[in-house]
């Protein structure tokens, strides 16, 4: 006599799971499916259970199609579960049917976890350097089946589940698994493909339903306005660029020439429909002008992914996917690759300093404040509008550490720019008397920043010898640029805002005056080897009114012209490495707009063209001369010719290198023309003039020297009678020692 099966107190057959979590699945509420969903041993058998929506019957599969058992459904929204004929767990497929459709569904609760104990080791400890290949989303074959692998930190959450295109944004589909240890909830989502939109769905601990957010960790996201990340391939780019990185990984980057050219991608060119150009249309225009014009890197605006054109990218929600704007991340790979090919470095201005209050974004991403510090104080920017990040977290440390290695190794990026130090040092940075919370020995200085940058750059310089990082920090904080170990910040350049403050002052002064400002221009060498700088006029010194670089010069426009001609020459032949923002090397009018591409119609004029030509010259000038660069960071390489000439306006002094023909740099800073100067130099004999802002091609007068002065010695002072033409710099060099 056959038994009949035997009933829970409920009328439930054994291993049937009670209405109650049914109804908790249907209605996503339960917190853990992997405990109920997928296939389970009960005793000597095994049970599936599945949700699958709309679906009439369901037949258990494995995954070589063999069959397993019909489902019994126990609820018309699509719960299923039954006894199946299993000899051991494994992945199950189900064959669903509703009328005449019939579609396959693989049961993402039928799979194992991905990460493993040493994952919750390393993210505890805060010493987990390959997040960026376990967080976010990553395609994998797993147990036997392609799909993607997601993974989420939420440690206060209720119930994460990952929604997309997918599972028609369903977040009941795809509840994933917590990691009790780290606050990781992770699933592998079988038979997910690239190019699927996601976000995740986060119910808090109070059991409210948060605004979808975006995958802090995405690699690639939909174009604004759309908000939601993307599922992308791992990066396949076939790298060429094997002796770029062997030479900087050898090279000491403080001795080498370094001249920047920083860009907005959306705005250096356009379509002739106003459209951004693609990262592949930038390489085969951008390239080669800046291999034309001898410049060694470029320095992109961030251009990792964010909702708001005019925030020029420094409200990012988005720190590890190069922004959909441009095109795929193939092609940001594919720009980086060409810029190497011909020697020239790419450099990322990074943003770790602040991030915007976007609802999709990193704020109270799990319903606490999670990524920044709930008290405003500490965690709201004031200035900006945006939320600060909790340094002191080591989850928030993680996060953004594993990001600057993340841009190095997966995009061979050069380097770093910082955006925005001096706000992270400073605990009352742009804050009031009691709107500031002092650290613990009651000070100003925000100590966990510092842990976090000094912790930044160690592992950077560690793991990638050939980056260099440089800080936008504009204060007298000390050691900026020194190692680590030294008691610095263990940056490897700090921008010299002095320098920018004081010389522009200084050039916006009409000539006459200029002489009562003598110090505006000799200031910055007393300070000019305490940091490994960079002179930087940059994108922040052409927008917001003040003007672009030719209109803040004094005088008419021949004056403005020379002034500036003199200026560039000045700073390309001043102790530090040179950053120039794109449209001044042409002398561009208008202010900078992210909302059109720069004036290149103004180089058909011959004073634009010139100001271009002078730019190009001096940067293979100071490629060439190891006397203009081998030194730019160390005292040696300086030495004053003319310092005190206020009353003249006219500065001089010498580059030198070891080994090297030194050059000396003697700038006129009024438009007088001076016959027969009197310039002091270390050396008897021919100096040639290897450069002369004022010559014709770059607009000047044509005003000069014939090409050489002759140094003499009369009573033991060695000098030259120098022509000096009116608002001009001249470089000299060593050519033939008496």
Same mark, same amino acid.
Request: glycine share 10%.
């Given at each position: 006599?056959?038994?009949?099966?035997?009933?829970?107190?409920?009328?439930?057959?054994?291993?049937?799971?009670?209405?109650?979590?049914?109804?908790?699945?249907?209605?996503?509420?339960?917190?853990?499916?992997?405990?109920?969903?997928?296939?389970?041993?009960?005793?000597?058998?095994?049970?599936?259970?599945?949700?699958?929506?709309?679906?009439?019957?369901?037949?258990?599969?494995?995954?070589?199609?063999?069959?397993?058992?019909?489902?019994?459904? +126990?609820?018309?929204?699509?719960?299923?579960?039954?006894?199946?004929?299993?000899?051991?767990?494994?992945?199950?497929?189900?064959?669903?049917?509703?009328?005449?459709?019939?579609?396959?569904?693989?049961?993402?609760?039928?799979?194992?976890?991905?990460?493993?104990?040493?994952?919750?080791?390393?993210?505890?400890?805060?010493?987990?350097?390959?997040?960026?290949?376990? !967080?976010?989303?990553?395609? !994998?074959?797993?147990?036997?089946?392609?799909?993607?692998?997601?993974?989420?930190?939420?440690?206060?959450?209720?119930?994460?589940?990952?929604?997309?295109?997918?599972?028609? @944004?369903?977040?009941?589909?795809?509840?994933?698994?917590?990691?009790?240890?780290?606050?990781? @909830?992770?699933?592998?989502?079988?038979?997910?493909?690239?190019?699927?939109?996601?976000?995740?769905?986060?119910?808090?601990?109070?059991?409210?339903?948060?605004?979808?957010?975006?995958?802090?960790?995405?690699?690639?996201?939909?174009?604004?306005?759309?908000?939601?990340?993307?599922?992308?391939?791992?990066?396949?780019?076939?790298?060429?660029?094997?002796?770029?990185?062997?030479?900087?990984?050898?090279?000491?980057?403080?001795?080498?020439?370094?001249?920047?050219?920083?860009?907005?991608?959306?705005?250096?060119?356009?379509?002739?429909?106003?459209?951004?150009?693609?990262?592949?249309?930038?390489?085969?225009?951008?390239?080669?002008?800046?291999?034309?014009?001898?410049?060694?890197?470029?320095?992109?605006?961030?251009?990792?992914?964010?909702?708001?054109?005019?925030?020029?990218?420094?409200?990012?929600?988005?720190?590890?996917?190069?922004?959909?704007?441009?095109?795929?991340?193939?092609?940001?790979?594919?720009?980086?690759?060409?810029?190497?090919?011909?020697?020239?470095?790419?450099?990322?201005?990074?943003?770790?300093?602040?991030?915007?209050?976007?609802?999709?974004?990193?704020?109270?991403?799990?319903?606490?404040?999670?990524?920044?510090?709930?008290?405003?104080?500490?965690?709201?920017?004031?200035?900006?509008?945006?939320?600060?990040?909790?340094?002191?977290?080591?989850?928030?440390?993680?996060?953004?550490?594993?990001?600057?290695?993340?841009?190095?190794?997966?995009?061979?990026?050069?380097?770093?720019?910082?955006?925005?130090?001096?706000?992270?040092?400073?605990?009352?940075?742009?804050?009031?008397?009691?709107?500031?919370?002092?650290?613990?020995?009651?000070?100003?200085?925000?100590?966990?920043?510092?842990?976090?940058?000094?912790?930044?750059?160690?592992?950077?310089?560690?793991?990638?010898?050939?980056?260099?990082?440089?800080?936008?920090?504009?204060?007298?904080?000390?050691?900026?640029?020194?190692?680590?170990?030294?008691?610095?910040?263990?940056?490897?350049?700090?921008?010299?805002?002095?320098?920018?403050?004081?010389?522009?002052?200084?050039?916006?002064?009409?000539?006459?005056?200029?002489?009562?400002?003598?110090?505006?221009?000799?200031?910055?060498?007393?300070?000019?080897?305490?940091?490994?700088?960079?002179?930087?006029?940059?994108?922040?010194?052409?927008?917001?009114?003040?003007?672009?670089?030719?209109?803040?010069?004094?005088?008419?426009?021949?004056?403005?012209?020379?002034?500036?001609?003199?200026?560039?020459?000045?700073?390309?032949?001043?102790?530090?490495?040179?950053?120039?923002?794109?449209?001044?090397?042409?002398?561009?009018?208008?202010?900078?707009?992210?909302?059109?591409?720069?004036?290149?119609?103004?180089?058909?004029?011959?004073?634009?063209?010139?100001?271009?030509?002078?730019?190009?010259?001096?940067?293979?000038?100071?490629?060439?001369?190891?006397?203009?660069?081998?030194?730019?960071?160390?005292?040696?390489?300086?030495?004053?010719?003319?310092?005190?000439?206020?009353?003249?306006?006219?500065?001089?002094?010498?580059?030198?290198?070891?080994?090297?023909?030194?050059?000396?740099?003697?700038?006129?800073?009024?438009?007088?023309?001076?016959?027969?100067?009197?310039?002091?130099?270390?050396?008897?004999?021919? @100096?040639?003039?290897?450069?002369?802002?004022?010559?014709?091609?770059?607009?000047?007068?044509?005003?000069?020297?014939?090409? +050489?002065?002759?140094?003499?010695?009369?009573?033991?002072?060695?000098?030259?009678?120098?022509?000096?033409?009116?608002?001009?710099?001249?470089?000299?060099?060593?050519?033939?020692?008496?």
């Amino acid at each position: 006599m056959k038994k009949s099966p035997r009933v829970a107190d409920d009328g439930r057959a054994p291993g049937e799971i009670p209405l109650s979590e049914i109804e908790a699945i249907l209605e996503g509420r339960h917190t853990n499916p992997f405990a109920v969903l997928g296939l389970h041993k009960l005793g000597d058998g095994f049970r599936a259970r599945c949700f699958v929506p709309g679906a009439e019957a369901v037949t258990a599969l494995a995954l070589n199609g063999t069959e397993l058992g019909e489902l019994t459904r +126990r609820h018309e929204a699509g719960y299923f579960e039954g006894l199946v004929n299993a000899s051991h767990l494994q992945p199950v497929r189900y064959r669903a049917r509703r009328g005449d459709d019939e579609w396959a569904v693989t049961d993402p609760y039928s799979f194992g976890p991905v990460l493993g104990p040493m994952d919750d080791y390393f993210v505890r400890e805060g010493s987990h350097l390959r997040l960026f290949d376990k !967080m976010g989303a990553h395609p !994998m074959k797993h147990e036997g089946v392609e799909g993607f692998h997601f993974a989420v930190w939420a440690p206060n959450a209720k119930r994460v589940s990952v929604v997309g295109d997918f599972n028609n @944004w369903d977040g009941r589909r795809h509840v994933m698994r917590l990691r009790v240890d780290t606050g990781i @909830w992770e699933i592998f989502a079988p038979d997910v493909r690239a190019g699927s939109a996601y976000k995740f769905e986060i119910v808090g601990k109070n059991g409210k339903l948060l605004p979808l957010k975006a995958d802090p960790y995405a690699r690639r996201a939909e174009l604004r306005p759309d908000t939601a990340s993307v599922t992308a391939p791992e990066l396949a780019q076939k790298w060429e660029d094997a002796a770029h990185q062997e030479f900087w990984s050898k090279a000491d980057h403080r001795r080498q020439p370094i001249t920047i050219y920083e860009v907005h991608a959306g705005s250096w060119r356009r379509k002739p429909d106003g459209s951004f150009l693609t990262w592949d249309e930038l390489a085969s225009e951008l390239i080669p002008y800046c291999t034309d014009m001898g410049f060694t890197h470029i320095e992109f605006l961030p251009i990792t992914e964010h909702p708001f054109d005019p925030s020029w990218g420094y409200q990012t929600t988005g720190l590890f996917a190069p922004t959909a704007r441009f095109g795929e991340p193939e092609g940001f790979a594919r720009f980086v690759n060409g810029c190497h090919k011909v020697g020239i470095g790419v450099i990322l201005d990074w943003v770790p300093a602040h991030f915007p209050t976007d609802e999709h974004g990193l704020r109270w991403f799990d319903g606490t404040a999670l990524y920044e510090h709930a008290d405003p104080r500490k965690g709201f920017h004031p200035d900006w509008n945006t939320a600060i990040y909790n340094f002191g977290r080591i989850e928030v440390l993680s996060y953004l550490v594993n990001n600057a290695l993340y841009w190095a190794e997966k995009f061979h990026l050069d380097g770093l720019r910082v955006d925005a130090v001096a706000s992270m040092l400073y605990l009352d940075y742009s804050r009031k008397e009691g709107e500031w919370v002092p650290n613990e020995y009651g000070g100003r200085e925000n100590l966990e920043a510092v842990r976090f940058l000094q912790k930044m750059n160690s592992l950077s310089y560690g793991a990638h010898p050939g980056v260099m990082t440089i800080a936008e920090e504009s204060t007298s904080w000390p050691k900026v640029s020194h190692p680590v170990h030294e008691g610095g910040l263990g940056f490897g350049f700090k921008w010299n805002m002095g320098f920018m403050h004081d010389t522009l002052s200084y050039l916006k002064r009409e000539p006459v005056h200029r002489k009562h400002h003598h110090n505006e221009i000799t200031f910055g060498l007393l300070y000019a080897w305490s940091e490994n700088f960079v002179l930087p006029l940059s994108h922040d010194e052409v927008v917001h009114g003040k003007g672009s670089l030719i209109a803040k010069m004094a005088g008419d426009d021949w004056q403005k012209f020379a002034n500036l001609r003199a200026y560039y020459a000045f700073m390309w032949g001043y102790p530090g490495k040179k950053l120039l923002f794109m449209g001044q090397e042409f002398a561009q009018w208008a202010e900078w707009s992210e909302s059109r591409e720069l004036d290149w119609n103004l180089l058909q004029y011959h004073p634009h063209e010139g100001v271009r030509r002078l730019v190009r010259d001096l940067n293979f000038c100071y490629r060439s001369k190891p006397a203009l660069h081998a030194r730019d960071c160390e005292g040696d390489g300086f030495r004053w010719l003319m310092a005190d000439d206020a009353e003249n306006s006219v500065f001089a002094w010498l580059r030198m290198a070891p080994g090297e023909k030194p050059v000396a740099v003697i700038s006129n800073f009024t438009p007088v023309y001076r016959e027969n100067f009197r310039i002091p130099l270390p050396n008897e004999g021919r @100096w040639r003039e290897i450069l002369n802002t004022d010559a014709e091609i770059y607009g000047g007068s044509g005003k000069g020297n014939g090409g +050489r002065v002759q140094a003499v010695n009369a009573g033991g002072t060695v000098y030259a009678e120098v022509t000096l033409p009116p608002l001009a710099t001249l470089m000299l060099e060593l050519e033939q020692q008496a």
